[in-house]
């Protein structure tokens, strides 16, 4: 961009033609010399499309007209990993109560790291399911699709930056009152944090290690 700017804003498309009028008068035709200049950028600034370039410029460099791409963070297992050796841990201890809640929570969310899918795009951030990026039909929970716009975002953070276990956002597109959401970090933690700070702005927690 700082490239196309300088090239945009180079003087010598008209440098050349003010020589050129140099030769045609003394000092004494000031005011001819003026004219005939101003006449001559105006026809190399209409010829060569600069104007037009440099507006061209100006709307790439406020924004106008350009797409945000769409982020998808990747999976991460190593909650449902830890769960599961967890799990097996306990069972090795014979301590079969606490293995099983660990080892379904585990279960659970080893599947879910490996079909569902946070997709920021331009506007919205929507949770999706499968390599296909299928909808994934209304929240269980709290009702209204899986779908919410960035400019609803009240504030979010994600627990811990070090190893992040929960993603927590609150929005007012499903209340005005404000929705809270909580989801469980089957993602790359680090693309996590910086979609969610490059979508909808910063958050109070530092970025993942």
């Not at 006449?39 to 924004?63: E, K």
């Not at 106008?64 to 967890?86: A, F, N, Q, S």
Request: aromatic share 12%; glycine share 8%.
């Amino acid at each position: 961009m700082e490239t196309a700017l300088l090239c945009a804003s180079s003087p010598f498309v008209y440098s050349h033609h003010y020589d050129k009028v140099g030769v045609y008068g003394s000092q004494s035709s000031h005011n001819l010399l003026s004219g005939k200049f101003m006449y001559r950028f105006s026809l190399s600034t209409r010829n060569t499309g600069i104007a037009p370039r440099r507006r061209a410029v100006v709307s790439s460099a406020l924004g106008k007209g350009v797409k945000k791409r769409t982020i998808i963070p990747e999976p991460d297992y190593r909650i449902p990993i830890v769960l599961l050796g967890m799990s097996g841990g306990f069972v090795y201890t014979d301590n079969l109560a606490a293995a099983a809640p660990f080892g379904l929570l585990g279960l659970l969310l080893l599947v879910q790291a490996t079909r569902v899918r946070f997709v920021f795009d331009e506007n919205s951030l929507e949770v999706k399911v499968g390599d296909e990026l299928q909808d994934s039909g209304e929240n269980a929970f709290v009702g209204g699709k899986n779908r919410w716009k960035y400019s609803t975002f009240v504030n979010w953070e994600l627990w811990w930056p070090s190893f992040p276990i929960l993603v927590y956002f609150k929005e007012t597109q499903t209340k005005p009152e404000g929705q809270i959401h909580f989801f469980p970090v089957i993602f790359n933690g680090e693309q996590l944090y910086n979609a969610m700070k490059e979508r909808c702005g910063p958050s109070k927690t530092s970025v993942p290690k």
